[in-house]
């Protein structure tokens, strides 16, 4: 059901009739809802601790595999969480949907977002999942290479690609020229999961992971990827649409997508973390020395650069940035206010930021040198009733800095 001009699918008539008869239940047109209420139970009762990478943990991949549908199979000793494609995907998901958070170092279900979740259909989750992945899916939740097309992932245009080289009757992948590139293991998985491809497996080799022998495209697969290109990718109006904080509004393919999917009323909608007042308490450390730094919620991420400027004893006189993982997994960052880009770190205030106790917030200074630390956030004072602070205060000092200069 192919239809295309050039290395363009366009959408016909067919393709439209093809997406209005496609149920969508837990198990259709791929096992996506059923797993991923099968993780979500699991994690409600086994919240794992997460890696120092925010990862899924050696001894949690196993059972988490074992709940899925189609369990992986696979001849490696000591897989990682990468190892597993289908569930490394279904963590991005679980990540950028807003279904799960961070606690400490735990990976937890967010009971707020799940009960509004429970109160959608299945057509209504599916486009929630397939918005979490295309628009909002960030490679670092995962830890991949994070490239992005203006303000989405490169999940898409990957999967298009890969659509244009796979023939309507499937191929080994050994025949497939841009194998294993595009669009990348986990979205191999996710193209399964939603319904986009039918995937051979082939049997367990001992050392190796995930063995595939074909890989077909899906009529509906292929529908929708032409619906998405046709009416969003290549629609400016709609493509660079973006809310009052200019960032992708939540449900931006349902008006799209719902004379397809009637049933697709609602969309699953979190809340951004709000502004926090309080007495923020963060802990440097660079080699051998460490230092604790409190400032209030109003102080900026410039007064903070000085404040760990100050406590190495280092010149003021070079770029830096700050970066760190939002809400979502995606990482955010606040450049040195002479930076070109936005947002700068004389605009961001400490109480802007989605930090919870336990993470890290990344300084990079003076981008020939290099110098990177982390400053995890140990205590947050909650409250107007402390008193704001004057200036950033300095204490605990353990160790000696590092000359600045290494010559």
């Known amino acids: 059901m192919r239809s295309t001009f050039g290395d363009r699918p366009v959408f016909t008539d067919a393709h439209a009739q093809i997406l209005r008869h496609q149920a969508i239940t837990l198990q259709e047109p791929g096992t996506l809802l059923r797993d991923i209420e099968a993780l979500l139970a699991y994690l409600g009762e086994h919240p794992p601790h997460l890696t120092a990478t925010g990862q899924l943990p050696l001894a949690a991949l196993r059972p988490m595999n074992e709940e899925l549908g189609h369990p992986l199979q696979f001849g490696l000793s000591r897989p ?5 494609p289908p569930l490394n995907g279904l963590y991005l998901l679980l990540r950028a949907s807003g279904l799960t958070v961070i606690e400490g170092n735990r990976l937890v279900v967010d009971e707020a977002v799940l009960a509004a979740w429970q109160r959608l259909n299945p057509a209504e989750r599916y486009g929630s999942l ?7 899916g960030s490679p670092e939740i995962i830890n991949e290479r994070a490239m992005r097309v203006w303000d989405h992932p490169e999940h898409f245009h990957l999967c298009a690609e890969f659509f244009a080289e796979l023939p309507d009757e499937g191929a080994s992948p050994e025949n497939l020229f841009a194998w294993p590139y595009l669009p990348g293991w986990y979205n191999l998985a996710l193209l399964e999961l939603f319904g986009f491809l039918d995937i051979q497996h082939g049997e367990p080799v001992e050392g190796q992971g995930w063995q595939i022998e074909r ?4 009529p509906f ?6 619906l998405l290109f046709n009416r969003y990718f290549l629609d400016d109006e709609v493509y660079y649409a973006r809310d009052e904080k200019g960032t992708i509004p939540v449900g931006v393919w349902q008006p799209l997508l719902a004379p397809y999917f009637p049933n697709w009323q609602h969309t699953l909608a979190v809340s951004e973390a709000s502004y926090c007042p309080g007495r923020y308490q963060f802990k440097l450390k660079l080699g051998r020395f460490a230092c604790r730094i409190t400032l209030s919620d109003a102080h900026t991420l410039e007064a903070l650069s000085d404040a760990i400027l100050r406590a190495l004893r280092f010149d003021h006189d070079h770029l830096y940035q700050f970066s760190y993982q939002d809400r979502f997994g995606a990482e955010q960052v ?3 206010p002479y930076m070109e880009e936005d947002p700068w770190a004389s605009e961001v205030r400490v109480g802007d930021l989605p930090l919870r106790v336990g993470q890290a917030l990344h300084y990079r200074y ?3 040198d290099n110098w990177e630390m982390d400053l995890t956030l140990e205590a947050v004072e909650e409250g107007p009733e402390e008193p704001t602070l004057a200036e950033p205060i300095i204490s605990d000092r353990q160790g000696k800095p590092p000359a600045q200069y290494r010559w």
């Not at 990682?80 to 597993?84: D, E, W």
């Not at 397939?130 to 909002?136: I, P, V």
């Open 80 to 84: 990682q969480q990468r190892s597993y």
């Open 130 to 136: 397939l918005e979490s992945w295309l628009l909002r």
């Open 215 to 218: 890989l077909q495209p899906t």
């Open 221 to 226: 697969g292929q529908a929708l990827l032409a």
């Open 334 to 336: 606040a450049n040195h």
């Open 366 to 368: 003076d981008f020939g």
